[in-house]
């Protein structure tokens, strides 16, 4: 036994972990992040920081994390944008495996450990769990119905996190299969918010076999001035409206009909979101009204959000059902 465990840890140590940190305006936020990285307690990583044009000290401090650890890459390119830095550093990663992490967040140190115990060579991504953090409130961001280590279909599991309201957007919480992604083609849309919750269907869609690891690995850090805390709120609307009704059209292709009626469901869920988040107060995509979203909300709760949006839009965008 202690030769077959001995064997296993050779093997996995020789499998690289590719982590992508896109760097823009974090000068307060990046020491943490990068500290996080490298100091991992599996080492054979590579860490590529992607200053995406930013200004201030933010270019320096990556060339110094570059001297002092010769797992660095740093890439310098004219400000493109969230989405174009993590491409721009996926196309030079060289990882079997990949994990996307935002500067201002950061890991626990033995992510890149933990996750290598749980993939399998037929599984394209491993998802994990987080944490939420603003201020002193944290939200633990998990899957409470998905059995961990299990290995589950894309559809399974998709259906199965929808049915509990936990089929999220957070690009950073999963571990990627690096060819699976080059494969499929699936880099972020460039030049647009919301990017994860864009490539959300397509990931899943694709994606063959997947596996949980309940395990809070990610520090999400929610701070005033990021993108998603500032910004035209018009344009995140606009966005907003366009990526899902690139969604329905997305789902409305799926052949399995219980597949597709879960994806409707969690199309309604993320549209209810979307409204409170952003001051929607009426129906706004095409082919999603009142009817189709009370047919297809998944629960009874969730069908409540639906009869309160349209009935009492403004009470429902005050109050959480």
């Known amino acids: 036994m202690q030769i077959v465990n001995a064997r296993?840890?050779?093997?996995?140590?020789?499998?690289?972990?590719?982590?992508?940190?896109?760097?823009?305006?974090?000068?307060?936020?990046?020491?943490?992040?990068?500290?996080?990285?490298?100091?991992?307690?599996?080492?054979?990583?590579?860490?590529?920081?992607?200053?995406?044009?930013?200004?201030?000290?933010?270019?320096?401090?990556?060339?110094?994390?570059?001297?002092k650890d010769k797992r660095i890459i740093v890439i310098h390119k004219p400000n493109g944008?969230?989405?174009?830095?993590?491409?721009?550093?996926?196309?030079?990663a060289s990882g079997k495996y990949v994990l996307f992490v935002d500067s201002d967040d950061y890991i626990e140190t033995d992510s890149c450990e933990k996750f290598l115990t749980f993939v399998k060579d037929d599984?394209?991504?491993?998802?994990g769990a987080g944490r939420m953090i603003k201020g002193k409130d944290e939200i633990l961001l998990r899957h409470s119905n998905i059995r961990e280590r299990e290995k589950?279909?894309?559809?399974?599991?998709?259906?199965?996190?929808?049915?509990?309201?936990?089929?999220?957007?957070?690009?950073?919480?999963?571990?990627?299969d690096r060819e699976f992604l080059i494969k499929n083609d699936l880099f972020f849309r460039e030049g647009i918010i919301f990017e994860d919750m864009q490539i959300l269907p397509e990931i899943y869609l694709k994606a063959g076999n997947i596996v949980y690891m309940d395990y809070a690995f990610y520090n999400y850090v929610v701070r005033d001035g990021s993108i998603m805390t500032s910004g035209n709120v018009e344009n995140k609307r606009r966005t907003c409206v366009e990526i899902l009704e690139e969604w329905y059209i997305t789902m409305s292709n799926v052949m399995d009909r219980r597949y597709r009626r879960y994806l409707y469901g969690a199309l309604v869920n993320f549209y209810l979101w979307s409204c409170r988040s952003i001051g929607f107060c009426k129906w706004n995509i095409k082919n999603v009204n009142f009817v189709f979203s009370i047919r297809y909300a998944v629960g009874i709760k969730e069908k409540l959000k639906v009869i309160m949006f349209q009935f009492l839009p403004k009470l429902y965008l005050k109050f959480k059902v």
């Open 152 to 176: 589950y279909s894309a559809r399974d599991f998709t259906i199965k996190s929808i049915k509990h309201s936990e089929w999220n957007s957070y690009a950073c919480l999963s571990l990627y």
């Open 81 to 92: 944008g969230l989405s174009s830095a993590r491409n721009t550093g996926l196309k030079r």
């Open 8 to 67: 296993r840890e050779q093997l996995i140590e020789s499998v690289k972990v590719s982590i992508i940190v896109p760097v823009y305006n974090v000068e307060n936020e990046l020491d943490r992040c990068v500290a996080s990285l490298i100091n991992q307690t599996y080492q054979n990583i590579e860490i590529l920081l992607v200053d995406d044009g930013s200004p201030g000290a933010c270019p320096k401090m990556c060339d110094e994390y570059a001297k």
């Open 123 to 127: 599984v394209d991504l491993v998802v």
